[in-house]
């Protein structure tokens, strides 16, 4: 037990440091690299000043978040590898027209990757994948760079928290000990449905206005039934493939939907497009014809999927590749006030060889064989210019990886030094037992926003979720299942993820502009999900 000061000023304080970047990306917008160590800075000062942190608390924290930083960084670098390796040989023009014959409705297309292609990524791999995979695809298709990002960000949301086959969940097994584990996923399911669902009619609103909304409705509703009801029909009997069954059957359904001439020809209806690109500047017939077929343009992706499908779907042979593992020590430290951290040595061990890093450079491998001896590189260099991938990779990764480290850092300053926790406590202090079930969720989206991880923000948190529905007399599932909700719907808005997704887009600059569309989705979401929670507790 600690001695944490609970009270307005202390909370205020430890709020400071996230409203500082919410108003220097949303408001000034800052770029990320520029706005995210100020955020550490600001945070390093409350931690010592008002939160009694000793100078080895502090350097553990830092040491802790850079190498919470590393998970990331092997998304963020092998992806940008694989898109410089892609376009490098002309793939993603030859996606782009491929993916055109495919349908000639652009609203089905973007729905396909924006949602339902981005939900099986999470499904199988996690840690941004899903991002940095995604929106250079929707950029091949003629989506405006800003709403590439935004629009897997919020597509892959609500398969967070059982995506990655379950690994939020099972974290969230090792930090409580829930008296009715089936209850809990089954309710986890059932609020994880409302982002779900939202977010198809959400980005099809941000394709096309009501138009595109009116025109998605059958498509939304099927999907969403597939993947949100299936997520609650496979919780009775298995919680680790609750995401990966439903998103991959989501996956087929596209074939039979496509083939409905509803989606398989364009939407005249559709007048007003505004998440696409202005291409009447252009003629396509001048554009260099693709050095490959759209098969071959498939070829890093169908990559991907099986040596991911290959290592986390065949227990075997993940507990074999998990056998390999690195880890750094970090001492144990406490505060003035009491709150000790007991990382463990080492401290959450890396396991590189089941990482979504190491199928994204796979793929990449795969493809540069590929393009390679089939002539691509040398045959697209002629008809568009060279380009050259290290140096392009290592460009567009820098900055990024510079506000990716920062708020990770962030995050565990605030968390060793017991301002999360404040951050908690505060809000359970002065809310009734009604008004907490709505806000619990609200905490899991602060959470996530911290750490960029649905799964860090239940080991954060739901300890102190539990004790507080047990003092309220709340359900004690449905307060976590709505911290685990509100962790999924957090990563739409999270620092590290927009960042993630800025720089596969080549947008570095503009996580403001991301943020100003996500956030008031993941506000309005929130808000759905604390009724539903107040019904279910």
Do not use: C
Request: glycine letters at 8%; a negative charge; charged letters at 10%.
């Amino acid at each position: 037990m600690n001695d944490l000061p609970v009270d307005v000023l202390h909370w205020l304080v430890a709020l400071s440091p996230i409203v500082l970047l919410l108003v220097l990306l949303t408001v000034l917008k800052w770029k990320a690299p520029q706005a995210g160590p100020v955020g550490v800075f600001l945070g390093a000062l409350t931690a010592v000043i008002f939160f009694r942190t000793p100078i080895d608390a502090l350097a553990a924290a830092v040491g802790a978040g850079v190498w919470d930083a590393v998970f990331i960084l092997f998304v963020v670098w092998p992806a940008l590898l694989l898109y410089r390796a892609s376009d490098s040989a002309g793939a993603f023009a030859a996606l782009r027209r491929g993916i055109q014959r495919f349908s000639r409705n652009e609203l089905f297309l973007v729905l396909g990757f924006g949602w339902v292609f981005a939900s099986f990524l999470q499904g199988i791999a996690g840690f941004g994948t899903p991002i940095a995979v995604v929106a250079p695809l929707l950029l091949a298709l003629g989506v405006k760079p800003v709403l590439a990002v935004v629009i897997p960000l919020i597509g892959h949301a609500w398969a967070n928290m059982f995506g990655t086959l379950a690994v939020g969940w099972l974290a969230t097994l090792q930090v409580v000990d829930l008296e009715n584990e089936q209850a809990t996923a089954v309710q986890a399911a059932i609020l994880l449905w409302i982002p779900n669902i939202a977010a198809g009619f959400t980005i099809a609103w941000l394709f096309g206005r009501w138009s595109a909304v009116k025109h998605s409705i059958p498509f939304v509703l099927i999907i969403s039934l597939i993947q949100g009801g299936g997520q609650v029909g496979v919780m009775f009997f298995s919680p680790i493939l609750s995401t990966f069954i439903p998103a991959t059957l989501a996956l087929v359904a596209l074939y039979p939907l496509s083939r409905w001439s509803r989606y398989s020809e364009r939407a005249e209806q559709i007048e007003d497009r505004p998440a696409m690109a202005d291409r009447s500047d252009r003629d396509e017939d001048d554009e260099p014809e693709p050095a490959m077929s759209f098969a071959w343009s498939l070829v890093p992706y169908i990559a991907l999927t099986i040596s991911a499908v290959a290592v986390l779907a065949i227990p075997p042979v993940s507990a074999a590749l998990e056998t390999v593992e690195v880890g750094l020590p970090f001492g144990d430290t406490s505060t003035g006030y009491g709150v000790e951290n007991e990382p463990g040595d080492p401290y959450s061990p890396f396991t590189p060889l089941t990482h979504p890093g190491v199928f994204l450079l796979f793929a990449t491998l795969v493809a540069w064989i590929a393009y390679r001896a089939k002539g691509f590189y040398r045959t697209w260099a002629e008809r568009s210019g060279e380009q050259k991938i290290l140096a392009s990779t290592a460009s567009d990764a820098i900055p990024s990886s510079i506000a990716i480290v920062s708020f990770l850092v962030l995050a565990k300053i605030l968390d060793y030094s017991g301002q999360v926790e404040v951050l908690a406590l505060g809000i359970a202090a002065v809310a009734p037992a009604v008004v907490y079930a709505f806000l619990a969720n609200f905490v899991g989206v602060i959470g996530a926003f911290m750490t960029s991880s649905n799964t860090a923000s239940n080991v954060l948190f739901s300890q102190l979720q539990e004790t507080v529905a047990e003092t309220e007399g709340l359900s004690e599932s449905a307060i976590i299942a709505a911290q685990s909700t509100g962790g999924a719907v957090g990563n739409s808005i999270a620092p590290a993820n927009v960042v993630l997704g800025t720089t596969t887009a080549g947008i570095v600059g503009q996580e403001g502009a991301v943020l100003r569309k996500t956030l008031p989705w993941a506000a309005a979401v929130s808000v759905a999900v604390g009724a539903v929670t107040i019904l279910l507790a």
